[in-house]
């Protein structure tokens, strides 16, 4: 170093000072504070997933379900701000507690801090559950990316029938293309016809397939396979 360059003063005081310029920037991005009659929802998808543990010879397969069903059983234990969860294939939403997130002093309403936490548990813990199963390089990892979406409480319903319609749909793709089955149309009662008619049942299918997971707390945290959210949302909402 030339002797004659001046050393900089540094101190927390200097990092500080210096840094206040350009605060502004990264508090651009702060999401607003949430409404009392508005839910901070944060769905997750898996990047790539769908296509990793697609097999040919296999309808689906039972680790990688198994392995998302770990996650919403052990969510909670990492990330407490989470009040439910619904998942299906390589999705997951989660209902985040908005009144924690704006008093806790470690977000102080800095909501976009959810967004990295809650998707480095997850990807760390799915491919801490999958990585005992895969026949392949066992360090290999995966990853969730997320976003933020506030809802009016009244459309919570509507988002999640919708999910789940999504659930359904992926799930009949699935049956139509490994069982080259002949639709007209793929909705549940022609893809029931064509598997009839193949001498197969829907309801022989394990349900969560379908209409995937859903983690919620009744006196302790459940997870199960979700119920049909446009029929029964008074079992999880009352």
Not at 156 to 161: P, S, T, V
């Amino acid at each position: 170093m030339n002797d004659k360059q001046k050393i900089p003063p540094y101190s927390y005081g200097y990092a500080k000072s210096t840094y206040e310029k350009l605060e502004k920037y990264e508090m651009s991005t702060t999401i607003p504070f949430i409404k009392e009659d508005e839910v901070l929802i944060v769905r997750l998808d898996g990047k790539g997933l769908t296509s990793r543990f697609k097999c040919d010879s296999e309808l689906f397969l039972s680790d990688f379900h198994l392995a998302m069903r770990r996650i919403l059983e052990n969510i909670k234990n990492y990330c407490s701000f989470v009040d439910f969860a619904y998942s299906f294939k390589d999705e997951i939403s989660f209902i985040i507690n908005k009144d924690f997130i704006q008093n806790n002093k470690d977000y102080a309403n800095r909501i976009e801090k959810v967004l990295p936490i809650i998707s480095g548990f997850v990807s760390s813990m799915f491919s801490q559950y999958i990585s005992k199963k895969l026949k392949t390089i066992p360090t290999e990892a995966f990853a969730f990316d997320a976003r933020i979406i506030i809802l009016p409480k009244e459309e919570l319903k509507n988002y999640f029938h919708s999910r789940q319609s999504f659930a359904m749909a992926a799930f009949m793709d699935r049956l139509c293309s490994f069982y080259h089955l002949s639709v007209e149309r793929r909705t549940v009662v022609d893809v029931k016809k064509a598997l009839k008619e193949k001498n197969m049942d829907w309801n022989g299918f394990p349900q969560y397939v379908c209409s995937g997971y859903v983690a919620y707390a009744q006196g302790k945290w459940k997870v199960e396979t979700a119920s049909d959210f446009s029929q029964k949302w008074e079992k999880y909402f009352n």
